[in-house]
């Protein structure tokens, strides 16, 4: 077709070119256009009298003009469908890419973005939708999918994404019901089809967050959406990663999933990266080599005339409330700090903030001094493990980043799920973060409770809970609202207590067991005849065999294993274990014995001071005073399933039993009123 300007262009234009048009393209002089190397259809300006057509490539416009109306609207017509149909193969196959997505599995939300912006360029390509009457059926309903997927709102998707989890689990009903003794609940369900890029599960103790972790490796495993290779399940020390192992292989009867704690996921990527396992220092392994260790390194400093006289200094100043320990205590006092720096001085450095802008104006001389005290022994240490072809933890960690990052470690895990979540630091957060970012739809589901958090002295950071997608980038957040483990007495006085911290985060609690009776029961006196008498209750009154936890904020005040094991014969229907507050995490049993709560030092909330070097080198600090002491009676209060019973001393009781009886919390009192015993208090 031969496109010719109106006669009356020669009188105001020189070059009155002609332009021709065939299924390839256009040609004006000898310029020739291929419709493939439009980006965008054929487009008509409009005149006073004339109008012209435009044709645009990616590098420049080529506009045809002093066409009379009709002649441009008939060429308009005809360019558009040559355009057409060379481009409708690029279009089909967006949309059934799209499609395909959208149909297989949980639309995540990064997904649907990405396909919006897809579907507004592809549509920006093409004529409005007035203008395409005359184009093919095919073409028209392409278009029609990319306006209905390019105009949807966040509503809209969240409605798309519960239709296909209300699908899935109607198909895994079976699978859901049978997971635990009850079906899983409705929430519990929903977090285990989520499937977005970042998943948080949030909820308090005993919601079934673990059970839920498992439950979603399980669905997508049945569902056919990943296999055992691809999953990376993450916990907190090895006692929690063999019983998720134990959980796993009961639950789903397999047992090629890797199931590991970080220190393991280190030693993993470093070999896999070096060909051979590195020699992981003794100091790493045992506490007490790394502190004798450190004694006699001091020991050989303090003979230096410059280090001795800084340390007298720093003990004469600073440990002023030891006045009356000698020289040697000190020195002791100062190795068991020496030791507590060490590994965070390192990961300081190695962080992206630098070192300076962690340490607090506030306390600066005694900051000073601390570094000046810690310098030469983390030298001499990170010497020692030169030396002796030696790495820590941290440097696993460490290491380990470095080797995700630079492509050396390729991940093969598309899922990472991760227990107990509140207790991660955060050169934790950045591997998995560098691992997550590896793949490329790979995701990352978080199970924790932030009034679980109770391990900030080894730099675990709560804010990466809080604050997960400021970190982590877009999330779905689920929260599980019913507790199975324990009964809504144990759980309105847990909740309400933590709860009296303004920043925790507010979450629903609903009990699977109900009860009229108080489950929190309060005993003054000695421990060690209360605890008899309640083991001696217990045993007597009990059809069945129990479990039961002695739990103490520190370890010293447990019964010892001879003790436990004559407890264990003598009452012979109970299991009875002796924990830490701390050791607790994660477990459960029928009843718990709280013992050790009295006020003052080594007491419950502990009071002890830290130095303000460690305080700047750990994670920022609560304003709430106990905020973490706080948490740990949560935590072992919410280990029990059935009944807790609180020992607490009566000449010194804990600050936290005294709010519990002056706020009138639902608790039993035991052969003892209030009133006597809050002038006993
Ligand atoms: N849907 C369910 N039906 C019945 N029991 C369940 C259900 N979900 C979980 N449980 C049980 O509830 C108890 C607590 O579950 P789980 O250990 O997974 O909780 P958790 O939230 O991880 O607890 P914590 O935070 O205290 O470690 C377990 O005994 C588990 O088997």
């Known amino acids: 077709m031969q496109l010719t300007r109106h006669w009356i262009s020669k009188f105001f234009i020189k070059n009155h070119v002609s332009l021709s048009i065939d299924a390839q393209g256009i040609q004006i002089d000898n310029i020739h256009i291929n419709w493939l190397e439009m980006s965008i259809s054929p487009n008509i300006n409009k005149g006073l009298f004339f109008n012209s057509i435009e044709f645009q490539t990616n590098k420049s416009k080529y506009n045809f003009n002093w066409l009379s109306k009709k002649t441009a609207r008939s060429a308009l017509k005809i360019t558009r469908q040559y355009w057409a149909q060379l481009h409708q193969t690029r279009l089909h196959s967006l949309v059934k890419k799209q499609k395909i997505e959208i149909n297989k599995s949980y639309l995540r939300k990064g997904t649907w973005l990405t396909f919006q912006q897809q579907a507004l360029t592809e549509l920006n390509r093409w004529p409005l939708i007035i203008d395409i009457y005359h184009f093919e059926d095919t073409i028209k309903k392409s278009l029609k999918f990319l306006r209905h997927i390019s105009s949807w709102n966040e509503k809209q998707l969240g409605t798309f994404q519960s239709k296909y989890i209300n699908n899935q689990r109607e198909k895994y009903r079976d699978y859901f019901n049978c997971l635990e003794s009850n079906p899983l609940t409705d929430k519990q369900q929903i977090a285990c089809i989520t499937n977005e890029q970042n998943n948080l599960i949030l909820a308090g103790a005993g919601t079934g967050k673990t059970s839920t972790m498992i439950g979603r490796v399980g669905y997508l495993l049945k569902s056919n959406q990943a296999t055992t290779s691809e999953f990376l399940l993450l916990a907190f020390g090895s006692h929690a990663a063999e019983e998720m192992k134990l959980r796993v292989s009961n639950k789903l009867k397999t047992n090629s999933i890797k199931i590991c704690t970080f220190h393991a ?107 000046e005290l810690l310098s030469p022994i983390y030298q001499l240490y990170q010497q020692y493990l030169v030396d002796n072809n030696e790495i820590d933890f941290e440097d696993m960690i460490i290491k380990s980043i470095k080797y995700i990052k630079n492509q050396q470690f390729k991940s093969p895990w598309r899922h990472i799920l991760v227990d107990e979540f509140q207790d991660i630091s955060e050169p934790r957060a950045q591997l998995i973060k560098a691992l997550r970012e590896q793949v490329v739809d790979g995701t990352l589901f978080c199970v924790g409770d932030d009034w679980q958090a109770i391990y900030r002295f080894t730099g675990a950071d709560v804010s990466l809970t809080t604050r997960f997608d400021t970190y982590f980038g877009t999330t779905k957040t689920t929260s599980l609202d019913k507790t199975f483990r324990f009964n809504n007495s144990i759980s309105d006085i847990a909740t309400q207590f933590v709860m009296q911290n303004p920043e925790q985060l507010n979450k629903k609690m609903l009990t699977h067991i109900h009860t009229k009776q108080p489950k929190v029961s309060l005993y003054h006196g000695d421990n060690n005849t209360r605890l008899h008498s309640i083991l001696s209750t217990i045993n007597n009154t009990s059809k069945e065999s129990k479990s039961i936890y002695i739990l103490a904020r520190y370890k010293y005040l447990l019964p010892n294993t001879t003790t436990i094991n004559q407890l264990n014969n003598t009452y012979k229907k109970l299991n009875i274990n002796a924990l830490t507050f701390h050791a607790s995490k994660g477990k459960e049993a029928d009843k718990v014995i709280i013992i050790g709560l009295k006020n003052g030092k080594s007491g419950f909330p502990a009071q002890k001071k830290i130095s303000p070097l460690l305080d700047s080198l750990l994670p920022k600090n609560e304003s709430y005073r106990y905020a973490e002491e706080r948490r740990l009676f949560y935590v072992a209060m919410t280990r029990a399933k059935h009944q807790v019973h609180l020992i607490f001393d009566t000449h010194k009781p804990s600050i936290f039993i005294t709010e519990l009886i002056d706020n009138n919390y639902a608790i039993e009192y035991n052969e003892i009123s209030t009133e006597p015993l809050k002038e006993v208090i």
């Open 265 to 371: 996921l280190g030693l993993y990527i470093i070999k896999s990266v070096e060909s051979k396992s590195p020699n992981v220092t003794n100091m790493a392994k045992n506490e007490q080599v790394k502190l004798d260790w450190i004694h006699t390194q001091l020991t050989k400093l303090l003979a230096q005339e410059n280090y001795k006289t800084k340390a007298q200094y720093y003990f004469d100043t600073y440990l002023n409330a030891h006045k009356n320990t000698d020289f040697d205590s000190k020195k002791h006092e100062l190795a068991k700090l020496l030791n507590q720096l060490l590994g965070l001085y390192k990961l300081a450095l190695f962080n992206v903030n630098s070192l300076q802008s962690r340490l607090t104006q506030q306390n600066k001389a005694q900051i000073t001094i601390e570094l």
